[in-house]
C-alpha cells in the first residue's frame, strides 16, 4: 500500500465516525423516547388508578394528607399468612385486618392495598418508607413506639405511632389429645414450643424461659418461624409440644384444622391481653388522626361489629379507640 493510499484511508475514517455517532444518537433518542413515553403510562396509569380509588366525598377524605388525596392509595405492610386475621383465599386477601381495612377506606374515601412481608420485616419496611402504614395482628408495645429492638434493648429506628382497634391476647394450644402435662406457661420449662418470629408470642415465650431456669428448672426450648403456618405445621408433626399464638389465631387453628382433630387449646383464658394497633411511621400525625377517626366512625356506624361477628372475635372489640395505648 502506498503512503498515498494509505492518507486517503485515514481520510475516511472521520466519515465513519460521524456516521456511527450519528446512529448512537438515533438509537439514544429513540431510548429515550421510549422512557419517557414509559414514564409517561406509569403516571397516568396511576392517575387512572388514583381516580377510580378517590372518594372525595367520603366523610373523612379532607382529614387526609394532600400526597394521600392525590394517590388515593396507601401501601399497607401485612404478614398475610396469619389466619383469620390476615390470609389469602383463591388469591384474594381476606380475614379481620382487610375487612376492617376496607370500612376504614370507605370512610376515608381511598384504598388500603394490602403487600406481604414477614412480620418481623414491617418496621423496616415502613422505616424505609416501603410501606405507608402496616396492618398485621401487630401489638401495640412501647419498644415498638420508641424504635427499641426487644431483644436486646437497643434503639433501631424513630418507632411508630399505633392506632389501636382490638384487645388480644396470647394462647397455648397442643395436639388434641397429646397435651404432654401442659395445662398453662406454668407447665412449659422443659417443653419444646413453637412461635412466629418477632411476636409478642415469641417474646412471652423467652420472657417465660428465663423464669424456668431462674426457678432450677429446664428452660423452654423456643423454635421461631417465620409464620405461623410453619409453626402449626411443626406441632402437627410432632416436633414440638404446643404452638404459642394470638388468641384469634389460635381459636381458628383448632377449630378448621383437620376438622377440628388436629389440635386443643390448653391453659384455659388469653394471657397478656395487649392491643392490636395500626403502625404509622413517626411524623405522621395528620396520616394518624385521619385514620383514628376512621376507625372511630366504623365503629359508630356498625361496620366494625359486622366484621368481628363475621370472624367470631366479638369479645375482642374496642369501646374507645386509643393512640398508643400498650405498654
Known amino acids: 500500500m502506498t503512503a498515498d493510499t494509505t492518507r486517503r484511508a485515514a481520510a475516511g475514517r472521520p466519515g465513519r465516525s460521524v456516521k456511527t455517532a450519528a ?37 373523612l377524605f379532607s382529614k387526609l394528607p394532600k400526597d394521600v388525596q392525590d394517590k388515593a392509595m396507601l401501601q399497607v405492610g401485612s404478614d398475610i399468612t396469619y389466619k383469620p386475621v390476615e390470609f389469602r383465599s383463591n388469591g384474594k386477601v381476606e380475614g379481620i385486618d382487610p375487612d376492617l381495612a376496607a370500612a376504614i377506606g370507605k370512610e376515608l374515601g381511598i384504598k388500603l392495598n394490602f403487600n406481604n412481608a414477614t412480620f ?48 388480644v391476647g396470647v394462647s397455648l394450644y397442643t395436639q388434641k389429645g397429646k397435651t404432654q402435662g401442659i395445662d398453662g406457661w406454668e407447665t412449659m ?38 409464620n405461623d403456618s410453619e409453626a402449626q405445621t411443626r406441632l402437627r408433626t410432632g416436633g414440638v ?7 384469634p389465631v389460635a381459636a381458628y387453628a383448632v377449630k378448621v384444622s383437620g376438622g377440628g382433630n388436629d389440635f386443643q387449646m390448653v391453659g384455659g383464658a388469653p394471657l397478656k391481653a395487649a392491643p392490636y394497633g395500626i403502625a404509622v411511621p413517626k411524623g405522621q400525625e395528620k396520616l394518624r388522626d385521619a385514620i383514628k377517626a376512621a376507625v372511630e366512625l366504623v365503629i359508630k356506624n356498625h361496620a ?10 366479638r369479645d375482642a372489640g374496642v369501646k374507645e379507640v386509643k393512640i398508643n395505648g400498650g405498654s
Open 23 to 59: 446512529a448512537i444518537a438515533t438509537v439514544t433518542a429513540s431510548l429515550l423516547l421510549l422512557s419517557a413515553c414509559g414514564d409517561q403510562t406509569q403516571a397516568a396509569q396511576a392517575r387512572r388508578e388514583a381516580a377510580k380509588n378517590r372518594n372525595p366525598h367520603a366523610p
Open 120 to 167: 418481623d420485616t414491617l418496621m423496616g419496611g415502613l422505616k424505609s418508607q416501603r410501606y405507608d402504614i402496616a396492618v398485621s395482628a401487630m401489638t401495640d408495645t412501647k419498644d415498638r413506639q420508641q424504635g427499641v429492638d426487644s431483644t436486646t434493648g437497643k434503639k433501631i429506628g424513630e418507632g411508630v405511632d399505633f392506632v389501636d382497634y382490638l384487645n
Open 241 to 247: 409440644d404446643a404452638v404459642s399464638s394470638d388468641y
Open 189 to 226: 420449662c422443659g417443653k419444646k414450643l413453637a412461635v412466629q418470629r418477632g411476636t409478642v408470642s415469641h417474646d412471652l415465650a423467652k420472657e417465660k424461659s428465663k423464669s424456668c431456669e431462674a426457678d432450677g428448672q429446664q428452660p423452654i426450648s423456643i423454635e421461631a418461624f417465620d
Open 304 to 313: 366494625y361489629d359486622a366484621v368481628l361477628a363475621k370472624w367470631n372475635v
